[in-house]
């Protein structure tokens, strides 16, 4: 009996990966060696010296032979008085909120149902409902500030009873914070669940919608450690009724969260103060960096109650004044070309005084370059 030769990967791989998959392109992050990395919305700064021999000290302590925690259950229930979650409510715990962002729509899968979601917004609602397999609806923001436009919002969810909808508050990648009333008008009207995702709250100035979770039954609040400077522990959080949360908990993996992740950010938790101390002041940075930034020619700068700052260049010139800065040492975040409303936009994100000061004065030689060839409409690349 002949057998055919089998067949190279690439030929393989076109017949079993899933067609909307392979027309996906993977997350990138670019490579910031030898940069100031004002890219991915990260706290500048490290754990105090005063604390590396104490976590040490814990993390000394880990079984590495043994399992972790499936529950995380000791960090739960620190993470439960430190956020101050409602009586009757529970967290479940995920590899960072993208894994918790997709757990909840691997529960909600069926056919005909779908994702809901203001844009522009995080990249990852869309992308993971692509996944998923979930359909996926994006609701214009109002191009002038990037508020939601509640109307069409509302419309929406009408159209095409989503099974979830994502409201990101404060909104990445714009900073603002959506109006209180308009995001419980969408909670209101949802058929099915409203996840708040909180992942910026400690810039915020303590808006958040977690106290409003026993009033609602369908409201989910995402959030995560990784903006107070834990980005390396990947741990998101996900507060919300049991009803819901028993639900998603069967499809998380085991022991998601290992056991130095748990141990680390349960030292980390117990002085909270330290890092409430930091966030504080990149707020206060913040400001600081707005005020500069508005004083510079050209620049339509939008407000933020994150720790980051979206504005958007003269027409054109993003990719030109992304490029000049990255060779003069500064990563930013281009999102030109993201979204039909991010257009010749770039978005910093809030570093030490140093950095800051680093960034606007490269930013300032930048503008003041003259332009290589005339702008007719496309990009300078």
């Not at 680093?358 to 503008?367: N, R, V, Y």
């Amino acid at each position: 009996m002949s057998t055919s030769p089998p067949a190279d990967p690439q030929t393989l791989a076109a017949r079993w990966i899933r067609p909307e998959i392979r027309q996906l392109a993977a997350y990138h992050v670019p490579d910031a060696r030898g940069l100031i990395k004002l890219d991915a919305m990260e706290n500048p700064y490290p754990l105090p010296l005063q604390l590396l021999a104490p976590w040490q000290a814990r993390l000394a302590s880990a079984e590495l032979n043994r399992y972790p925690d499936p529950a995380a259950a000791t960090l739960v229930n620190t993470l439960t008085q430190v956020f101050a979650v409602p009586d009757g409510q529970r967290l479940l715990l995920g590899n960072g909120s993208d894994e918790l962002i997709q757990l909840i729509m691997m529960s909600v899968l069926g056919p005909g149902r779908s994702v809901l979601a203001p844009e522009p917004s995080f990249s990852m609602y869309r992308m993971i409902a692509g996944f998923v397999g979930l359909a996926y609806h994006g609701v214009a923001l109002n191009p002038k500030g990037f508020e939601l436009d509640v109307d069409a919002m509302l419309a929406a969810i009408d159209r095409h009873q989503p099974a979830v909808v994502f409201l990101s508050y404060p909104n990445n990648p714009t900073g603002n914070l959506f109006d209180r009333d308009a995001v419980l008008q969408i909670v209101r009207r949802a058929p099915g669940l409203v996840v708040v995702d909180e992942a910026y709250h400690a810039f915020a100035g303590g808006a958040s919608l977690l106290s409003d979770l026993p009033q609602h039954s369908n409201l989910l609040v995402l959030r995560t450690l990784s903006k107070m400077g834990l980005a390396g522990l990947r741990l998101g959080i996900l507060a919300g009724a049991p009803p819901w949360l028993d639900q998603i908990n069967k499809i998380r993996l085991p022991y998601n969260i290992n056991v130095l992740t748990q141990l680390s950010a349960e030292f980390a938790l117990q002085h909270y103060a330290v890092f409430r101390q930091q966030t504080d002041r990149i707020c206060s940075d913040r400001e600081a960096l707005l005020t500069a930034l508005r004083a510079l020619p050209g620049l339509q700068v939008y407000p933020s109650q994150a720790n980051f700052i979206l504005f958007r260049t003269p027409r054109g010139r993003a990719p030109v004044l992304f490029a000049a800065l990255k060779a003069r040492g500064v990563l930013i975040k281009s999102l030109d070309g993201s979204h039909p409303q991010l257009h010749d936009c770039l978005r910093v994100t809030i570093g030490t005084p140093d950095e800051n000061l680093t960034f606007i004065a490269a930013l300032g030689q930048a503008l003041d370059e003259p332009l290589d060839q005339p702008l007719d409409g496309a990009a300078v690349l």
